[in-house]
């Protein structure tokens, strides 16, 4: 992905950006297998007002 | 000095909003060159401001609590004709033609904007050792990093160069640069406080907020910008009645926000805790979900969502610090799989975490981890465990950004090198009131708001 992607990612960045990555994407995997398949997006909190949030 | 001192002594002719500029003014021209708070000082519009403003009092207009008071703004906030930078040497030349919605509030309420203050890059990190304008310093230790991204927001603040200061939050930016220099840091309920103006970051994560010098300062600031603002501002301190928290039900946790907590921090905690509690407050202690889930959450969002905002930038790699790059090169390989399903998980986080406020009125917990780091220290040891100083800062901030609910960090102690101490204030979407009732009453107790830094006490 990292040779891939456009333009790509600089290897002498790569020590820096992988490992920690990997880490935080695998904790990812173990919270996404309980998502109940109903669920939305978040959407802000209860009483929010996004008029002006762009 | 407090706002609301200020303000007596400008209403009771002590001082004019002239006078009080050109002391501003002098204060940051001497303090400027230690700590490098100010990224651009607006002496000339400054000037001009304080002569009309003092010409609208002698002829009776009168804009409240802020009219005439010197403060300044984060430079990722729009301001007309002055330049603002985000921080970055991209937007080195950057002048906006508009102002922030929160910028025109403060106005409208007779501020007099003294200056942009310096901020990490993109306000994308928290050490506020900027590549392009220089380190920020901390009043207390310029040794040491403010905090940030806020950081010259709140080294002003704490040096007592203007009482107040807008900023903003999107994993802890208002809150750790409080919690590092002995300030008030106020991060609002989700959109309760508008951005427009305010230079996107991460566009689900990002909030406006203030810093200021005590509660009080920070609370009357807070209902000029507030939608649906009650107008509440706790009673004034002189007064001497003591506030009381009696039918307060505050949650101290009993997991993740009290795990890997540097000792003296610790010993704080439980000293403020205590003092909740001889306040009348009912205290109960409480196992909270899954603290660490919302910040790998909160982390996955906020890489995919900056780097929408910012990988147009990569053209230019040479004018971007490298802890920006490596962020921004994280961001781009998130596939959007995992960005959607971390903004589902966050759904079912959040409707978790809400069944606490079922039993609770607020929640504390320690604001940061640790006290200030050095300037370049990219790891901190506490206890045994050593810890990414960016992931450790805001290991318990971020979680209220995931969230959306309203923080704030006030000063609880001092540990033994003299540094700042900051307790976390947590409450319900939209209740800003009680967690503004809760920290003043607990700084009145504290008895160490608006202390300064010795280098800077005069």
């Not at chain 2, 001009?48 to 002698?58: I, K, N, S, V, W």
């Not at chain 2, 996955?300 to 790699?317: F, G, K, M, T």
């Amino acid at each position: 992905l990292a040779a891939a992607a456009e333009p790509p990612v600089p290897e002498d960045l790569l020590p820096d950006v992988l490992p920690a990555l990997e880490k935080l994407e695998a904790a990812l995997r173990a919270l996404e297998v309980a998502i109940p398949p109903e669920t939305l997006l978040w959407n802000g909190v209860e009483g929010s007002d996004s008029e002006d949030a762009s | 000095v407090t706002i609301a001192e200020i303000g007596a002594a400008l209403r009771g002719k002590k001082i004019s909003v002239r006078e009080l500029t050109e002391e501003a003014l002098q204060r940051i021209a001497e303090a400027n060159p230690r700590l490098n708070a100010f990224l651009t000082v607006t002496e000339t519009a400054a000037r001009t401001r304080a002569t009309f403003l003092d010409g609208e009092l002698a002829r009776g207009i009168d804009h409240g609590p802020l009219h005439g008071i010197p403060i300044a703004h984060k430079d990722n906030i729009f301001t007309r004709g002055v330049r603002t930078t985000g921080g970055s040497k991209i937007f080195a030349d950057f002048i906006p033609d508009y102002d922030a919605t929160i910028v025109r509030q403060l106005n409208d309420a007779g501020a007099n904007v003294i200056g942009k203050t310096g901020l990490h890059e993109f306000a994308y990190g928290i050490t506020s050792n900027n590549p392009h304008f220089g380190a920020i310093r901390n009043p207390w230790d310029p040794e040491r990093v403010p905090g940030g991204s806020s950081g010259g927001s709140a080294a002003a603040v704490a040096a007592g160069l203007v009482p107040l200061a807008t900023g903003s939050d999107t994993g802890g930016s208002i809150r750790i640069p409080a919690s590092f220099c002995g300030v008030v840091g106020l991060k609002p309920t989700y959109e309760r406080v508008s951005r427009t103006g305010v230079m996107p970051l991460g566009l689900t994560l990002d909030h406006a907020g203030l810093l200021a010098g005590t509660m009080r300062d920070v609370a009357s600031a807070f209902s000029l910008i507030a939608k649906h603002s009650s107008g509440y501002v706790p009673a004034p301190r002189a007064d001497h009645r003591v506030i009381s928290l009696g039918g307060m039900r505050i949650g101290v946790p009993e997991n993740f926000f009290v795990e890997r907590i540097a000792p003296e921090v610790m010993l704080s905690f439980r000293a403020a805790v205590q003092t909740a509690a001889a306040l009348g407050a009912h205290v109960t202690e409480i196992r909270l979900p899954d603290g660490e889930a919302l910040n790998v959450v909160g982390r996955i969002a906020q890489l995919s969502e900056v780097s929408a905002l910012l990988a147009r930038y990569l053209d230019r790699r040479d004018e971007i610090g490298r802890d920006i790059l490596v962020l921004v090169e994280q961001g781009r390989l998130i596939p959007a799989i995992d960005y959607l399903n971390a903004q589902r998980v966050r759904t079912v986080l959040a409707r978790d975490f809400s069944k606490i406020w079922q039993h609770l009125d607020c929640l504390m917990t320690p604001a940061t981890p640790m006290t200030a780091p050095k300037i370049g220290e990219t790891s901190v040891a506490i206890g045994s465990f050593n810890e990414d100083v960016r992931t450790a800062a805001t290991r318990l901030t971020r979680p209220f950004n995931v969230l959306g609910w309203p923080a704030l960090s006030l000063p609880c102690g001092f540990s033994n090198a003299g540094m700042p101490i900051g307790l976390q204030l947590v409450a319900p979407p939209q209740q800003e009131d009680s967690l503004l009732q809760a920290g003043a009453a607990l700084e009145d107790a504290f008895g160490i708001a608006g202390r300064r830094p010795p280098l800077f006490d005069r």
